[in-house]
Nanobody, 113 residues
Framework: QVQLVESGGGLVQPGGSLRLSCAAS????????MGWYRQAPGKQREMVAI???????KYADSVKGRFTITRDNAKKMVYLQMNSLNVEDTAIYYC???????WGQGTQVTVSS
């Protein structure tokens, strides 16, 4: 059974940084595109960043230049380095894996002074 577990969320001040991690188990995650999505209160879930099995990346315009998605296929991990955070980045962040459309339970990121 495929399981995605996110970690690394928390409370950070504007301008700060966080690194989210997603651990994939129960599948050959290295074969699939993976990504990070987020959902803020009262808003629809949106794509933040995705990374293909070959390492190609795509970012939402709102996070370009601030966020970086990477993966370690040997460890079955996907990471999201978030820098220069602002209050608009406050949301629950979800890890997603294609090849069956799996989602993690989410991790809360709160940017506040």
């Amino acid at each position: 059974q495929v399981q995605l577990v996110e970690s690394g969320g928390g409370l950070v001040q504007p301008g700060g940084s966080l690194r989210l991690s997603c651990a994939a188990s129960g599948s050959s995650s290295s074969l699939y595109t993976m990504g990070w999505y987020r959902q803020a209160p009262g808003k629809q879930r949106e794509m933040v960043a995705i990374i293909t099995s070959g390492g190609g990346t795509k970012y939402a315009d709102s996070v370009k230049g601030r966020f970086t998605i990477t993966r370690d296929n040997a460890k079955k991990m996907v990471y999201l380095q978030m820098n220069s955070l602002n209050v608009e980045d406050t949301a629950i962040y979800y890890c997603r894996m294609w090849g069956g459309d799996y989602w993690g339970q989410g991790t809360q990121v709160t940017v506040s002074s």
